[in-house]
């Protein structure tokens, strides 16, 4: 995951800054803020790669929440955003991954059982069968 110089919250755009002072938001000292007004975000940039990405994480759910009046909590924020920094970081090919595939299956109907087989199986054991057949006819054909 990047922290990028731009991201876009519903219709707003918000430039992403990487800061070299101190944030203080309320008298309180913070590891980022977000400005909805003026579309900006501040990263404190003294803190390591890590804090910075969870900083980025987090406020960008407040411009989210900003955007789609969810009216979250300060806590709110905090614990979700903590969650969704951790998803995509143990998820990355949610982006660039293997999309799930249409994964066609055959019922197969034996009387005692039920089972279902995806596609690749039938056809495996269809050219299984169809390979031990071919090799059977070309024995009685030498024979
Ligand atoms: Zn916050």
């Given at each position: 995951m990047k922290i990028v110089n731009k991201v876009k919250i519903g219709y707003k755009d918000?430039?992403?800054?990487?800061?070299?002072?101190?944030?203080?938001?309320?008298?309180?000292?913070?590891?980022?803020?977000?400005?909805?007004?003026?579309?900006?975000?501040?990263?404190?940039?003294?803190?390591?790669?890590?804090?910075?990405?969870?900083?980025?994480?987090?406020?960008?759910?407040?411009?989210?929440?900003?955007?789609?009046?969810s009216d979250m909590t300060e806590k709110q924020v905090e614990l979700f955003s903590n969650g969704l920094y951790k998803f995509l970081l143990d998820n990355p090919e949610i982006f660039n991954g293997k999309e799930v595939g249409n994964n066609e299956c055959v019922n197969i109907h034996i009387?005692?059982?039920?089972?279902?087989?995806?596609?690749?199986?039938?056809?495996?054991?269809?050219?299984?069968?169809?390979?031990?057949?071919?090799?059977?006819?070309a024995v009685y054909i030498y024979k």
């Open positions: 918000y430039d992403i800054n990487l800061v070299d002072r101190d944030i203080y938001v309320d008298g309180k000292e913070c590891y980022g803020q977000i400005n909805y007004d003026n579309e900006y975000i501040n990263i404190n940039n003294k803190f390591n790669d890590n804090q910075k990405k969870a900083t980025f994480i987090h406020e960008i759910v407040h411009g989210i929440d900003e955007m789609w009046g009387p005692e059982f039920s089972y279902e087989f995806s596609k690749d199986i039938i056809d495996n054991v269809t050219k299984s069968i169809k390979d031990k057949l071919m090799q059977e006819v």
